[in-house]
């Protein structure tokens, strides 16, 4: 038998629970923020009379799939939204959001993007690079321009003045950290942004990317003038329970274009079924504003304790969050790499696998990543990335538990300590 769970010495316990006094302030304000959200969703559940028959597999076209069609209606509540699709069928957040790119774009338009670089993988989406014919949104005639986020957030006057004399037909904001070293943006700060984009060109779709957001904060970006918003649901609103899948959620209006993307024109969202049943969905959704809770509970811990072992972390462990990311900043691949097969070494899955950096399809550089999960692949539960390039910083999500998010940075902090690369 042999256990890749560190013993955790007693200085590292000790640590961590003086942290952990140090954040009550934060954990009281992510408990009032997963009532909020148990309620919201709750009611959504209620008001769309939620039973047994819903949770039903379907098999063949699914034309009238009352489970589908129900967690499109509550996922669209749930989001702030007119309407949703909720589909096992997309594979991934990349994929929900190019199926919206593609849905709503069309040859000459330009697509804004108001956040800076997009997420690596829309990289190869957009044009950005990626081999020629893999039928990026530049082969369709789609231009791309963005505007780098300032230190306080999305620089609205550059964003405004690129929204006259151009065929911007979407303006694009990434609301989490991503692989990035920058800030998340609160949904006040989304909120001001739509209403400045939308006083000048009411016109224009606002395009949320939302993974890692979702119930990070009581309202979603739809409630605040965001158009159309998508994500994954192997990250926040799968609860840790869905299987795979995506969502979109906005306007009915663009829901119903991007639904033709979806399946094709004519069809739309009304096809589409599901042989498994969808009691994983409903019941991921339900959980999901306590998971992600838990989650945003384990990343405050590792943001207190390596920031008290003298890390750069962002967020800082105070610091209100918008995502379920940790950022830590290592001085070397080493000790960066060492943390991520730590994550791993704490997993109830595939704990005897040590990740080593790959080239991994869609991105650029190499990436390590820690994924010891029950959905493989899955973010909402504990996991580690780091593309290997300076400045090192190793990006923490999710935890279905906070007591196993504790276990596992007490046990990074161990194999550093063990290595060499911490004193405790
Ligand atoms: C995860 C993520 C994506 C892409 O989702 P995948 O499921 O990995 O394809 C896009 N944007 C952001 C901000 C993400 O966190």
Known sequence: MRIQLPAIPEAVDRLISEVERELAPAFARL??????????VLEAFQAH?????????????????????TLDAIMADVMGAEAALVRP??????????????G???????????????????EQVIGLAGQPGNGSLKEFGVSYRQVELTETGIDIPAVLAMLTGEHVRVVLIQRSRGYAWRPSLSIEEIRTAAEAIHAVRPDVWIMVDNCYGEFTDRREPCAVGAD?????????????????????????ALIDRIGCRLT????GGEVGSYAGGYQSFYQGLFLAPHVVAQAVSAAALAAGV????????????LDARHDIIQAIRFPAAEPLIAYVQAIQMASPVDSEAVPEPWDMPGYQHPVIMAAGTFVAGA??????????????????????????????????????????????
Do not use: W
């Open 306 to 317: 390596y920031r008290q072992l003298g890390f750069d972390v962002s967020p800082g462990p």
């Open 49 to 69: 009379r939620v039973s047994a028959r819903h949770f039903a597999a379907s098999t063949g076209y699914g034309y009238g799939d009352i489970g589908r069609d």
């Open 89 to 102: 069928q997309i594979a991934s957040g990349t994929h929900a959001l190019a199926i919206c790119l593609y």
């Open 228 to 252: 159309v918003v998508a994500g994954s649901l192997i990250k926040n609103p799968g609860g840790g329970i869905a299987p795979t899948g995506g969502y979109i959620a906005g306007k009915r």
């Open 379 to 424: 973010s909402i539960e504990l996991s580690a990335d780091a593309p290997i390039r300076p400045p090192y910083v190793a990006y923490q999500q999710g935890a279905l538990t906070y007591a196993h998010g504790r276990l596992a940075v007490a046990a990074t902090v161990a194999r550093l300590q063990a290595a060499g690369y911490v004193q405790v």
């Open 264 to 267: 094709s024109p004519g069809i």
């Open 31 to 40: 408990n009032a923020i997963e009532a909020h959200n148990t309620r919201r």
């Open 104 to 122: 709503l774009l069309r040859p000459n338009d330009v697509l804004l993007s108001a956040t800076g670089s997009p997420y690596d993988t829309m």
